[in-house]
């Protein structure tokens, strides 16, 4: 009988791939195509299989599915039994029974420490020729989720950073020991600060200069071997450095000169010139690395120079005024997957797309336009560029496009992708990066570095926020700063200096980590203990600082005048809760951007450049989604774009930050350009429960968000929770969307929003209604803030007539009733009016550290002011002691539902720190007394008495499930009792056992 075609047999295995085991897994009916015989599509990865009867065949063609970077993992498979013409069920049965014979290609550098994790994981031996022998389909499905496994836990290039940290370390320690005079320090500083005109906070550390002088060599080496294998008549690096590392580098840069590449290079020959002889062995070492790196492909597209910038400059204060955070690998690898996957409205599998689809998407990565208006070392631009690589290599796998795929990325390079930075260092980082990920031979990148500072006769320059005003006045600029302005706009290309500065007027995908220093702040720099940072803190020059901030300030006014007029044009579209915030002098905060920092200004920046139909990505400071000052901007959002994918970390362990080396809680958003909405539109909410870890595992993110709900898990140590939010909600929660984020349980966040919307708890079989009001409409005054007591009052030992409540310290949380504990006079004679009319017993806190705190409001039995509480005065109800409404109020607000919804409302600054404004607890939704009994208030009020004065424990231990504090269990107890006195114990206890568990979960999940 005949042999079956191998063409047959790859049919009927993607088909039992598919049926038995959840593998998108298509065949390939026609041999010899550039394709795999079997193509999968697996965990967001593309696995390839080569089938045939002749071993040496699968074993040639798999290794090179991997060689031409078709796939992430390539299996050869050896049909070792022949099957003869059968029924084709009976093929199925007859596959599905055999064994096979099979091999594992990955990238070169990886391959035996892959093969080693599937022999120990799947427990699958391996001959002596690299071959598994005898797999069953199933053994065969396991290799492949080894593979990924492994590919998704393995931290990318670690091994190789560490060797580029530990020499650039060597290099930093030889200069520092020879520069006992500082002279090489201040040559070096002349180089990559010499254009500022103004004294740098940090430039002037040695480690710093050297670790970027160092890196600057590596990589310059790097792209020389990177051009050399194109110029035929370049010599390699080795032949020059045998005798000279500084010499014989400077030798081969300036060859390269003679091809062109001056931006690119110049400034490295102008550090080396810097360099005494003695550090030759150490620049040799490093122009080894740079040789090494070259010839890595690895390593190429994985921004490891701009992760080594920031982890050898480290975490000075310079670095987090002038330059952003830089962007951890696995968060711009995400944020890029989900900007190109938005912009390509590729929320359904990729896999099945028609003909005019795949074509459509092809002749809109042929024209695309990337922008990065503060690029740093181009993280951000390498992963867009890695995405959209990803793509062509996906719709390349799947479809039979003609094209050349080479044309297209280097076009993408060439014209797509644009870039501006302050820092010059900065952009010859980025430029690099770029041309050693891009194929065949770039000529050219669209890098700009862009003035920042006081430009003689002529005033301040914001850098690229100057956009705002007129671009065409940028491309008109040229300066440096001493000996007559020549260059403040200027391009590094790879070839030649083309001069003027040119960018779209609009882009397809802008994508930024932007500076976002807020406006004040009282933190003091390490280098000078006199001088407070906050915008522009990098400067030490007080005087440039200011005129600085005086052309920010006018740019913030017109800004803040163009999205009140958005505000306003939007405020038929909203609700009364949110356009009472518009409208009332109460919630005038909410109208003044001045506390949200430049990162507010550059996510305006975005919306004046992008495209309608394009897409917007920002890492940004988590307040986005609920800080008053940044108000407008969510209005700027919810009306001119619709806002796609919302990401926070609640991940204890890691950090809620996507940037490195920073504590503060930040947040990933991508939103698209529109014009019009419908009632359709949903808004994904991710809360990272773990990080992303790698490219890979933020590869496998982006794939299941749109598909999946509540917690999916990405890999065995990765999971995140994934709610979808439909339009009307996100308006109607325009004053605060992290309550979409705010506790990382899906049942227990659930819980509390329909309290908060419906005002009812569920207790047994019994409904309990518990009606809400927002707390300005039972209030009078609700004090002052720690900013206006400062100005008016300060502390003295002696007895005055105004009791205060001073600082913030752990004893005066520890009880729901305190006595002032210091007095005030007067700095302002309004300061008697000021108490007179806004002391108070009730006391807010500005900002609560949720994981040592022990209650949330306190109660004085003196009406008091505070520096860090706002002091709070209720309406008085008819027959009622105000007295007891006051404790029924503050016991309400240390109940778990008070306490919760305090949580869900509040503005995450890092960690377990919060903040909420005088504003936001005015729209905080609160018991409404007014529609209680006085029987209930009553009891309210007698309950307080019996526990006001007993210590809870701290927030996190009272929901420790094997230890409930119980304090908190008469409290809450009492509480329901005091509402309802027929609830039945025992509902109420399993109520209370089962809430608390789920609260024990998400507190851990959060704190640790």
Not at 469 to 489: F, M, N, Q, S
Not at 625 to 644: D, T
Not at 673 to 685: A, C, G, I, L, Y
Request: glycine residues 6%.
């Amino acid at each position: 009988m005949p042999e079956v075609h191998e063409e047959v047999i790859n049919v009927k295995l993607a088909e039992i791939l598919s049926k038995e085991f959840g593998i998108d897994a298509r065949s390939e009916r026609q041999k010899g195509r550039l394709r795999p015989d079997i193509r999968c599509y697996y965990k967001g990865f593309k696995v390839g299989i080569e089938a045939s009867y002749n071993k040496q065949d699968a074993e040639k063609d798999a290794k090179a599915r991997i060689e031409q970077g078709l796939v992430d993992v390539s299996i050869a498979l050896w049909i070792k039994k022949a099957y003869h013409d059968v029924p084709e069920n009976y093929l199925y049965k007859l596959i599905k029974e055999s064994k096979f014979d099979v091999r594992i290609f990955v990238a070169k550098e990886i391959e035996n420490t892959i093969l080693a994790y599937i022999m120990k994981t799947k427990k699958i031996s391996q001959s002596v020729s690299g071959w598994f022998t005898e797999l069953d389909i199933p053994k065969i499905k396991d290799v492949i989720d080894a593979s990924i496994e492994f590919l998704i836990g393995r931290y990318e290039i670690d091994k190789y950073v560490n060797e580029i940290k530990e020499k650039i370390n060597d290099f930093i320690k030889a200069l520092n020991d020879l520069d006992k005079d500082n002279k090489i320090k201040s040559k070096v500083h002349d180089v990559l600060y010499k254009l500022y005109g103004f004294s740098i906070t940090g430039s002037g550390d040695p480690n710093i200069l050297f670790g970027q002088a160092a890196l600057s060599i590596i990589l310059s080496s790097a792209f020389y071997e990177h051009i050399r294998s194109r110029h035929y008549n370049l010599e390699p690096l080795s032949k020059y450095i045998n005798k000279s590392g500084i010499e014989g580098l400077i030798h081969a840069l300036n060859d390269l000169l003679k091809i062109d590449y001056k931006n690119v290079i110049t400034m490295t020959i102008e550090i080396l010139n810097s360099l005494p002889p003695a550090i030759a062995h150490n620049v040799r070492e490093l122009v080894q690395l740079g040789i090494d790196i070259a010839q890595n492909q690895g390593l190429l597209g994985k921004d490891f120079a701009g992760r080594i910038y920031h982890e050898i400059t480290g975490d000075l204060a310079y670095r987090k005024g002038f330059a952003t955070f830089y962007t951890s690998i696995p968060a711009a690898e995400l944020l890029a997957l989900l900007a190109v996957k938005e912009l390509f409205g590729l929320s359904r599998n990729l896999t099945k797309l028609s003909n005019e689809e795949t074509k459509k998407i092809l002749e809109k990565i042929e024209n695309i336009k990337v922008g990065d208006f503060a690029c740093g070392s181009g993280t951000l631009l390498t992963a867009s560029y890695n995405s959209l690589d990803r793509l062509l290599n996906v719709l390349k796998f799947y479809y039979d496009l003609d094209y050349n795929e080479e044309t297209i990325k280097k076009n993408i390079i060439e014209e797509g992708i644009y870039g501006i930075d302050a820092l010059r260092y900065a952009s010859q980082i980025a430029a690099i990066n770029l041309s050693l990920i891009g194929p065949g031979n770039i000529s050219k990148t669209n890098i700009y570095t862009i003035y920042l500072g006081n430009i003689p006769n002529k005033g301040a320059w914001l850098g690229s926020l100057e956009l705002l005003y007129d671009p065409k006045r940028i491309g008109g600029l040229w300066a440096y700063i001493e000996g007559g302005i020549t260059g403040a706009v200027e391009k590094t290309s790879l070839e030649g200096s083309e001069g003027t500065f040119s960018i779209p007027d609009g882009f397809d995908i802008v994508i930024m980590n932007p500076p976002f220093t807020r406006a004040t702040g009282r933190t003091k720099q390490f280098e000078d203990a006199n001088l407070e940072k906050g915008l522009f803190g990098f400067i030490t020059d007080e005087k440039t600082r200011k005129i600085l901030i005086k052309r920010l300030n006018t740019l913030r006014d017109s800004v803040k005048k163009n999205l009140l007029n958005i505000a306003n044009d939007t405020k038929a579209i909203l609700p009364k809760e949110i356009q009472v915030i518009l409208d009332d002098k109460d919630y005038e905060p909410y109208l003044n951007i001045g506390q949200a920092g430049e990162g507010f200004l550059f996510l305006y920046l975005a919306y004046k450049y992008v495209k309608l139909g394009g897409v917007i990505a920002f890492v940004l400071p988590r307040n986005l989604l609920a800080g008053v000052s940044w108000f407008l901007n969510r209005v700027l959002l919810a009306s001119k774009f619709q806002l796609k994918y919302v990401i926070v970390s609640s991940d204890s362990k890691e950090g809620y930050n996507f940037s490195e080396s920073t504590s503060l809680s930040e947040v990933l958003i991508v939103a698209k350009r529109v014009n019009d909405h419908n009632e359709f539109e949903e808004t994904v909410f991710i809360n990272l429960l773990n990080k992303p870890k790698s490219s890979l595992e933020s590869m496998i993110l982006a794939d299941h968000i749109d598909n999946e709900e509540g917690i999916i898990k990405i890999s065995e140590s990765n999971a995140a929770i994934v709610s979808k939010i439909n339009r009307h909600e996100l308006i109607k929660n325009l004053d605060n969307w992290n309550r979409f984020v705010a506790i990382p349980e899906t049942e227990l966040l659930k819980e509390i929003m329909d309290l908060i919307n419906n005002g009812e708890l569920k207790i047994g079989k019994k409904d309990i209604k518990i009606p809400l009001i927002k707390l300005n409409d039972i209030i009078q005054t609700i004090g002052i803030d720690r900013h206006q007591f400062h100005d008016l009052f300060k502390v003295v030992n002696i007895e005055t007539i105004r009791p205060i409540i001073y600082s913030g310290k752990k004893e005066i949380r520890k009880k729901m009733i305190i006595e002032p504990n210091a007095y005030a006079d007067l700095k302002d004679k309004k300061g008697d009016e000021i108490f007179s009319s806004f002391s108070g017993r009730i006391l807010l806190p500005d900002r609560i550290a949720w994981d040592t705190s022990n209650i949330i409001a306190i109660y004085s039995n003196k009406p008091v002011l505070a520096n860090l509480f706002y002091a709070i005065r209720l309406k008085q109800i008819k027959n009622i002691e105000l007295e007891k409404l006051e404790k029924a109020i503050t016991l309400w607000l240390n109940t778990t539902w008070g306490m919760l919804i305090v949580l869900v409302n509040r503005e995450e600054t890092g960690k377990a720190w919060t903040s909420l404004k005088m504003s936001q607890w005015r729209l905080l939704p609160i018991i409404d007394i007014y529609k209680l009994n006085k029987d209930i208030i009553e009891r309210l009020a007698d309950l307080f008495d019996r526990v006001s004065n007993k210590t809870l424990k701290e927030i996190p231990e009272q929901f420790n499930f094997k230890n409930i504090d119980p304090v908190r269990l008469e409290i809450d107890k009492g509480f329901l009792k005091a509402l309802d006195q027929s609830l039945n114990e025992t509902d109420i206890e399993n109520y209370l056992n089962k809430l608390y568990s789920k609260i024990d979960i998400a507190f851990k999940r959060m704190w640790g």
